[in-house]
């Protein structure tokens, strides 16, 4: 069966430090991978999205990128982290275009 | 562009009553609509989806969702509320012929439910 890890689960980092986040995906091959904020617990904003090894496409223009060094791993990152990019980030995956999405545990991330 | 609409911030309903969570989408052709659940600090789990076929989905938990494409709705409702179906739930939808490969999401809607 398929398994998709995040990690870390929490991070406090202060303003203008750098961020990596690492999400993984093991059971699948060629996934779809995404990557999603939520902010105040509520709405999900799409940030990235990648099709295959090294291709990102960008939803939001900000001071976040992403990477996609491996078939299963999504990298999330930015060089000077703003206080608003406190959220909680959400990593998924698809395979089939009808099936839907599959989300990881998250990360909360607060920039103070 | 598509998008999502959950009018309710919040629903509250008895235990043993039955609920009913709504959600209307906007897209470009035929749809993909989903529900997922999220309790506190965790991630979004699949609860159910409609892709074509009969209008009344059944998923996990005991829910289910009635697609109504003149409405172009797709409400969740469920017949018998237990306490531990409080969480949010998140409508999404998907274009089927779109490259975007992604869904979007609604605001959310939190369920309440009371012993």
């Known amino acids: 069966s398929q398994t998709i890890h995040q990690w870390p689960a929490t991070l406090v980092q202060p303003v203008g430090s750098p961020l990596s986040l690492e999400c993984t995906v093991e059971g699948t091959s060629n996934p779809n991978l995404y990557w999603y904020r939520q902010a105040a617990g509520r709405g999900l904003q799409l940030l990235f999205y990648s099709v295959g090894i090294g291709q990102i496409s960008s939803e939001v223009p900000q001071n976040l990128s992403a990477s996609r060094p491996q078939d299963r791993q999504f990298i999330l990152s930015s060089k000077k982290l703003l206080l608003s990019d406190s959220g909680f980030y959400l990593c998924?995956?698809?395979?089939?275009?009808?099936?839907?999405?599959?989300f990881g545990p998250g990360t909360r991330l607060t920039v103070l | 562009a598509q998008s999502v609409a959950q009018p309710e911030d919040q629903v509250n309903v008895a235990e043993g009553n039955p609920l009913t969570v709504k959600c209307t989408y906007s897209?470009?052709?035929?749809?993909?609509l989903f529900w997922y659940v999220q309790y506190p600090n965790r991630g979004l789990q699949f609860l159910l989806k409609y892709i074509t076929g009969d209008n009344l989905v059944k998923g996990s938990y005991g829910f289910e969702a009635e697609f109504n494409k003149s409405q172009t709705s797709f409400h969740l409702k469920k017949p018998s509320a237990l306490v531990s179906d409080s969480a949010l739930y998140f409508c999404a939808v998907s274009a089927m012929d779109t490259g975007r490969r992604a869904l979007t999401f609604g605001s959310g809607t939190r369920l309440q439910v009371q012993p």
């Open positions: 897209v470009s052709g035929n749809p993909y």
């Open positions: 998924a995956w698809s395979v089939l275009e009808a099936g839907g999405l599959y």
